[in-house]
Antibody, heavy 119, light 106 residues
Framework: EVQLVESGGGLIQPGGSLRLSCAAS????????MTWVRQAPGKGLEWVSV???????YYADSVKGRFTISRDTSKNMLYLQMNSLRAEDTAVYYC?????????????WGQGTLVTVSS | DIQMTQSPSTLSASVGDRVTITCRAS??????LAWYQQKPGKAPNLLIY???NLASGVPSRFSGSGSGTEFTLTISSLQPDDFATYYC????????FGQGTRLEIK
């Protein structure tokens, strides 16, 4: 059974750093595209970043240069390193498995982890 | 970046109604477009992928059409469980969501 469990969210001051983790089970993180999507309180979905099967990474303009997506195949984990955090980064962050590419099906989302950037 | 624009932003309808939501892309995404339904506090749920393919387990009252820059999601006969927010999502160039359409009970 595919399962994704995020962790690492919390309250952080502006300018700070945080690393989100996503533990995957039931499949190998390197076998599919893996993506991060966020949702600010009361707002819509925003795509953040994706890593492809050969390790290529892509970012939304709003986080480029500040966020880094990575994976650890040995631990079957996905990560999102977030630096220089801003108030507008406050959101629930979801990790997701794309299978096929670009498509996130049932049970391929994590439960989400809340990041709050505030002083 | 490709901009995705949904209309309307809010839609009021009744059980049994046929409703259509439109999604326009700022440049062609061919058919690399999906539709998701989201309820408060939950992760999105896939409805349609590749513009017109019904995802597994999704009721047949949902359908999608379009290609290039214009797409539609149609619900043929609204059921009480369908009142939620709907998002289109392109995966042709990077990724990107529309701003969402809130479907509310009239």
């Amino acid at each position: 059974e595919v399962q994704l469990v995020e962790s690492g969210g919390g309250l952080i001051q502006p300018g700070g750093s945080l690393r989100l983790s996503c533990a995957a089970s039931g499949f190998t993180v390197s076998s599919d595209y893996m993506t991060w999507v966020r949702q600010a309180p009361g707002k819509g979905l925003e795509w953040v970043s994706v890593i492809n099967t050969v390790g290529g990474t892509y970012y939304a303009d709003s986080v480029k240069g500040r966020f880094t997506i990575s994976r650890d195949t040995s631990k079957n984990m996905l990560y999102l390193q977030m630096n220089s955090l801003r108030a507008e980064d406050t959101a629930v962050y979801y990790c997701a498995r794309e299978s096929p590419r670009g498509v996130v099906g049932t049970n391929c989302w994590g439960q989400g982890t809340l990041v709050t950037v505030s002083s | 970046d490709i901009q995705m624009t949904q209309s309307p932003s809010t839609l009021s309808a009744s059980v049994g109604d046929r409703v259509t939501i439109t999604c326009r892309a700022s440049q062609s995404v061919t058919t690399e477009l999906a539709w998701y339904q989201q309820k408060p506090g939950k992760a999105p749920n896939l409805l349609i992928y590749q513009a017109s393919n019904l995802a597994s387990g999704v009721p047949s009252r949902f359908s999608g059409s379009g290609s290039g820059t214009e797409f539609t999601l149609t619900i043929s006969s609204l059921q009480p469980d369908d009142f939620a927010t709907y998002y289109c999502h392109q995966y042709s160039t990077y990724r990107g969501f529309g701003q969402g359409t809130r479907l509310e009970i009239k």
